[in-house]
């Protein structure tokens, strides 16, 4: 909402109507509230502001500000307001109809939409003249509630009038107060002022100065007793010599003056309970939007009003300002000190503040430093002990010279740590191992040359006494050709790793010669089988043999016939080779051969073995095979001992079941990606501890076995990176899993 203001004065032309135009003043001023966002033309709505005769009293300007301010804000298209001044001195008859044709003639073909009556005068002239203004809709100001919607067609704002609140607020001030003398404004309000105060009739001795002249008046309230306060409640502002006379009474008056109206305030009042003369404004303002949309709403009240008290007054009459009411505006107080010197205190606050920031930014700069120093200090000692500890030493090494330089500790390590042997050594290089030499000097070059992210070697160094040191030396090169480094010695390191290593081989020489051991001894175990295995094709082969002498015994023969015959010998002899590998492959010793293999093909190879004991034993063998199952990596032979071992546990086991009912299951399959034997029985089972106890050794529940079996097979099964382990199955029997990587993953592991 744009405003634009258009202020100037208008005289009228002088009328001669049987007594001088002169009596007859106006001013005309225009402005008009657009809204910049209407996009088309609309008729403006035309409002005529009639205002006292003074229209620069301060009162008359805040109501104007008021009104003016919120039409501003209101969302009209336009509204054009032209004010009038009424002057109250020309109240006769006569006057009024000169001016009611003033206003015929000069507002006819604008066509004036409402009218808007800042006095009672102004309110009785319209409702006396309301067809000079074509009968449009009327908005005044009213004080008395009751009788605000008396005029048809228009609405009323009502102006608080608690003069009963601004006696209150002189007896805070003046608690011994006696006398309150009061000045009213005209014969007709002292009935409202009569009404408001009467509860106080008990408590003070209330006079009210009626039928005096003004000069009167100031001579009375300049003799007023002591414990005094005067009320000026004048309800005609509009009238000069009224807003003045709170001027004239402050100056005149032996007593503390009180009002109860917001213009009074800074002519000398104390104060008093008001009400904000913009505040009015807007609420004439709200209230005539209303009427220029066909609306005729009750009577508004204003609203509540506050207190207001002049700083300067409190101070002439010496009264206390603590004993104000909350919430009261102190006017015209006088600047304090930070008023009158905020930009020099605001400086000197910064000033300060940058002062006060430098000296703390030094001090905590002094304790960081000397927080560091003692840090330092410390990380060195602890450096030190570090290195005498770890048997590290510090050295140099200048690629383009070839000068190796190192520290007292090294020197120290190497036992060129007296004075005497100080200086014996120009070339550090020339201690280094002939054979480590070439070695230390290409990863130098090499991490110089940006190839390797760091410097880090194992080589060999002889000490003063010609012995062999090992030292782990890690570097970075600081400059072009330039590294610096730190060398721990190793050398108890090396040894102990050497006699580890010794230590690993020899356990894997007995682990094998234990498993051997275990192979042997099942292999004797399974001697009965195996006979039985061979006896077989070597019967056939024997057969086949007399079958193919007879037939040459005979005379001519058929070729056919004798070739069929050596067929089945050949394949009887290879049946028979199979089963002496087989077993030869069991008996074999020596280091474990890894190659990749399908678990079940070794579990065939094993039944191959004990087939004649399993039908021996009435044993029926069910294998559960696995599609798409993942191959393993391992050694075939020990992997065929530890099923095999299984295999003559669970018939072992099946001895003391019915013969009709004994079964041992093999399964094979893929859990969580790594492949799952099992061997489950419906033998005897196992009872007593865990089940894991049957895996140590020497531990067994057989009468005549020796408990490695298990063992072994735990220790091969954990060598090819899987593990055993063995359940109670809930009706009878157990089952013992074996669980190994696949072949690819244990690929990828090593």
Request: proline letters at 4%; one cysteine or more; glycine letters at 8%.
């Amino acid at each position: 909402m744009a405003v634009a203001y258009h202020s100037g004065a208008e005289r009228c032309a002088t009328l001669k109507m049987g007594r001088n135009a002169h009596h007859v003043r106006a001013r005309t001023s225009l402005f008009a509230v657009a809204a910049l966002c209407a996009c088309g033309a609309s008729r403006a709505d035309e409002v005529l502001l009639l205002q006292p005769g003074n229209p620069n009293a301060p009162e008359q300007s805040a109501i104007e500000a008021g009104l003016r301010n919120e039409l501003a804000g209101a969302s009209l298209d336009e509204t054009r307001i032209y004010a009038e001044l009424l002057d109250s001195a020309f109240s006769e008859p006569l006057d009024q109809s000169i001016f009611a044709d003033y206003l015929r003639a000069k507002y006819g073909n604008v066509g004036i939409d409402a009218v808007i009556a800042l006095s009672d005068e102004a309110v009785r002239f319209v409702a006396d003249h309301r067809s000079a203004l074509s009968n449009v809709p009327l908005v005044y100001v009213a004080r008395d509630k009751s009788a605000a919607n008396a005029i048809p067609e228009s609405a009323a704002v009502v102006t608080p009038f608690d003069p009963s609140k601004t006696v209150e607020l002189a007896l805070r001030l003046q608690p011994a107060l006696d006398n309150v003398f009061v000045v009213g404004g005209e014969q007709s309000d002292a009935p409202a002022l009569r009404a408001a105060l009467g509860g106080y009739s008990s408590r003070l001795d209330i006079e009210y100065l009626e039928g005096l002249e003004d000069d009167e008046v100031l001579d009375r309230v300049a003799q007023l007793p002591a414990n005094s306060a005067v009320l000026y409640a004048s309800l005609a502002p509009e009238i000069p010599a009224d807003w003045e006379m709170a001027r004239r009474l402050s100056d005149r008056a032996n007593a503390p003056v009180y009002g109860v109206d917001a213009g009074d305030i800074g002519r000398g009042i104390v104060g008093g309970y008001m009400t904000g003369s913009e505040q009015v404004g807007a609420e004439i303002a709200r209230q005539t939007m209303r009427v220029l949309r066909g609306e005729y709403p009750k009577a508004a009240d204003v609203g509540g009003g506050q207190f207001i008290v002049d700083a300067r007054a409190l101070s002439r009459w010496q009264l206390d300002q603590t004993r104000l009411p909350p919430d009261t505006e102190l006017a015209f107080a006088p600047p304090s000190i930070w008023t009158l010197y905020q930009g020099w205190i605001l400086t000197l606050l910064v000033l300060v503040a940058v002062q006060f920031a430098l000296i703390v930014t030094l001090l905590v700069q002094s304790i960081s430093r000397r927080r560091d120093r003692l840090i330092l200090a410390e990380t060195a000692h602890r450096f030190r002990l570090a290195r005498v500890a770890g048997k590290v030493g510090i050295w140099q090494w200048n690629l383009e010279d070839e000068q190796l330089i190192v520290e007292p500790e090294l020197k120290e390590l190497l036992g060129y740590d007296t004075p005497e042997a100080d200086g014996l050594i120009a070339d550090w290089t020339a201690r280094v191992h002939e054979e480590d030499l070439p070695k230390l000097r290409r990863a130098a070059r090499d991490h110089a040359a940006g190839l390797t992210p760091s410097f880090e070697l194992q080589y060999r160094m002889l000490d003063q006494n010609g012995n062999v040191r090992w030292l782990l030396a890690r570097g970075q090169l600081v400059a072009r050709s330039r590294l610096i480094g730190t060398a721990i010695d190793i050398t108890d390191r090396k040894h102990d790793e050497d006699e580890r290593a010794r230590t690993l081989v020899q356990l894997q020489e007995q682990r094998n010669e234990l498993a051997h051991l275990g192979r042997a001894a099942m292999a004797g175990a399974l001697s009965g089988a195996v006979a039985h295995e061979l006896n077989q094709p070597l019967s056939a082969m024997m057969s086949n043999a007399r079958a193919g002498l007879q037939f040459l015994a005979r005379g001519p023969v058929d070729g056919q016939e004798i070739k069929d015959i050596l067929s089945d010998i050949e394949s009887d002899g290879r049946r028979a080779g199979q089963v002496i590998g087989h077993l030869r492959n069991l008996l074999r010793r020596g280091e474990a051969q890894f190659e990749t293999v399908q678990v079940d093909v070794i579990v065939d190879q094993v039944l191959r073995l004990i087939h004649s004991d399993i039908v021996n034993l009435n044993i029926r063998v069910l294998h559960d095979r696995s599609t798409g199952l993942s191959p393993i990596y391992g050694d075939p032979v020990q992997l065929q001992q530890v099923l095999l071992n299984l295999l003559a546990n669970a018939c072992d086991a099946l001895t003391s079941t019915d013969p009709r009912d004994r079964r041992i299951t093999i399964g094979v399959g893929m859990r969580s990606g790594r492949v799952r034997l099992s061997v489950s029985d419906n033998g005897c089972g196992f009872t007593g501890n865990s089940p894991d106890h049957l895996f140590k050794p020497f531990v067994t529940t057989k009468l005549s076995g020796l408990g490695l079996g298990l063992s072994i097979s735990r220790s091969i099964v954990e060598a090819h990176g899987g593990r055993i382990w063995a359940e109670s199955n809930r009706e009878a029997g157990a089952t013992f899993y074996v669980e190994l990587a696949g072949a690819a993953a244990e690929r990828g592991v090593a």
